[in-house]
């Protein structure tokens, strides 16, 4: 009986580490440097993951990302949504925010990863 419990921790240790990694790689897609265009309300957004989570920083501070849809984020300390948008490939390329009564067009950078463990603000 010790043993089949045994072998029942191994197994449900091993699914929450597998579910765990496979999150982190969903997310760590969105992860990187959005740019918008000169004259916008802010230069660029960087998306980071902390904690297992997606974070938004920008010049005017920093918010959670909450997942509403497949590549749309509510930014919650500034009631808007991040929308990321994708090229043929399924890469992610750029991203469209609606917040605080501004629209913003950004694209991505490629080749930057960003990863903390605690929120700066």
């Keep these: 009986m010790k043993k089949l419990?045994?072998?029942?921790?191994?197994?449900?240790?091993?699914?929450?580490?597998?579910?765990?990694?496979?999150?982190?790689?969903?997310?760590?897609?969105?992860?990187?440097?959005?740019?918008?265009?000169?004259?916008?309300?802010?230069?660029?957004?960087?998306?980071?993951?902390?904690?297992?989570?997606?974070?938004?920083?920008?010049?005017?501070?920093?918010?959670?990302?909450?997942?509403?849809s497949e590549d749309v984020y509510v930014i919650v300390a500034f009631q808007g949504k991040a929308m990321f948008k994708r090229d043929t490939n399924k890469k992610i390329v750029g991203i469209s925010i609606n917040a605080m009564g501004y629209q913003l067009e950004g694209t991505k950078e490629n080749g930057i990863v960003i990863a903390t463990n605690h929120i700066i603000r």
């Design 5 to 68: 419990m045994l072998l029942v921790m191994l197994v449900l240790g091993f699914a929450v580490t597998s579910l765990a990694q496979q999150q982190d790689t969903t997310l760590a897609q969105y992860v990187g440097k959005y740019v918008f265009p000169a004259g916008s309300v802010v230069p660029d957004v960087t998306v980071t993951l902390e904690n297992g989570a997606l974070v938004m920083s920008s010049s005017a501070g920093s918010s959670a990302l909450d997942k509403e």
